[in-house]
């Protein structure tokens, strides 16, 4: 009987304490789909983004509504979804990146005929504060889970391209197209990987 208690069962047992006290580790590997989704979505509007060069600004608009539209429901679902599993403040920061996003989304159906020029700030506004959420869900989330870098890397990208894009508003319309696409893709990437690896955390811990 005594070999049953051996370190690998303490190790198991280990694992479901350790997640029982990071209510927020908990609540984001319960729903790393949400994560994949938003990577996913990410990816696809850079790809247009490169895909259709010569899309016109009234396209690019809807284009970037819906994708921050969809993005913001995904997250602003993920957030009330995980507060089943953690306490509420541990997630205000993604029901922040939910709601802007909606927000943004909204604002770009009703007001379509933009020119470039806010296009581009409204953009670069709309990724600087996303990426300051992400940032700060990030630095939460480092508490629970050691070497946790995606997350901020994803925030870090946001604030970047959002400052590039407020300072250089006026860039060539071909470039700041590129930025952004790259950007969405980048951050897609890094959202999908994290995703995969909130799914193996809740797996090991289960």
Same mark, same amino acid.
């Given at each position: 009987?005594?070999?049953?208690?051996?370190?690998?069962?303490?190790?198991?047992?280990?694992?479901?304490?350790?997640?029982?006290?990071?209510?927020?580790?908990?609540?984001?590997?319960?729903?790393?789909?949400?994560?994949?989704?938003?990577?996913?979505?990410?990816?696809?509007?850079?790809?247009?983004?490169?895909?259709?060069?010569?899309?016109?600004?009234?396209?690019?608009?809807?284009?970037?509504?819906? %994708?921050?539209?969809?993005?913001?429901?995904?997250?602003? %679902?993920?957030?009330?979804?995980?507060?089943?599993?953690?306490?509420?403040?541990?997630?205000?920061?993604?029901?922040?990146?939910?709601?802007?996003?909606?927000?943004?989304?909204?604002?770009?159906?009703? %007001?379509?005929?933009?020119?470039?020029?806010?296009?581009?700030?409204?953009?670069?506004?709309?990724?600087?504060?996303?990426?300051?959420?992400?940032?700060?869900?990030?630095?939460?989330?480092?508490?629970?889970?050691?070497?946790?870098?995606?997350?901020?890397?994803?925030?870090?990208?946001?604030?970047?391209?959002?400052?590039?894009?407020?300072?250089?508003?006026?860039?060539?319309?071909?470039?700041?197209?590129?930025?952004?696409?790259?950007?969405?893709?980048?951050?897609?990437?890094?959202?999908?990987?994290?995703?995969?690896?909130?799914?193996?955390?809740?797996?090991?811990?289960?």
């Amino acid at each position: 009987m005594a070999t049953e208690n051996s370190p690998q069962h303490g190790a198991q047992s280990g694992s479901q304490i350790s997640m029982e006290h990071r209510p927020l580790l908990r609540a984001m590997a319960e729903n790393w789909w949400v994560a994949l989704v938003r990577g996913l979505l990410a990816i696809l509007f850079g790809v247009l983004t490169f895909v259709w060069p010569g899309i016109s600004l009234l396209s690019l608009v809807l284009l970037f509504g819906a %994708y921050t539209l969809v993005d913001g429901v995904i997250a602003l %679902y993920g957030a009330i979804k995980g507060r089943g599993s953690a306490e509420r403040s541990s997630l205000w920061w993604l029901l922040f990146v939910g709601l802007t996003g909606i927000a943004a989304g909204i604002i770009t159906f009703v %007001y379509p005929q933009v020119t470039a020029l806010v296009l581009v700030i409204f953009i670069g506004a709309w990724a600087l504060v996303r990426g300051i959420f992400e940032i700060i869900g990030a630095i939460r989330l480092r508490k629970e889970i050691d070497h946790e870098w995606l997350l901020i890397l994803a925030g870090i990208l946001s604030v970047i391209v959002g400052l590039f894009l407020l300072i250089k508003p006026g860039a060539g319309a071909l470039a700041l197209l590129w930025l952004i696409g790259g950007y969405a893709i980048a951050f897609g990437i890094i959202l999908v990987w994290l995703a995969f690896r909130l799914k193996k955390v809740g797996t090991q811990s289960a």
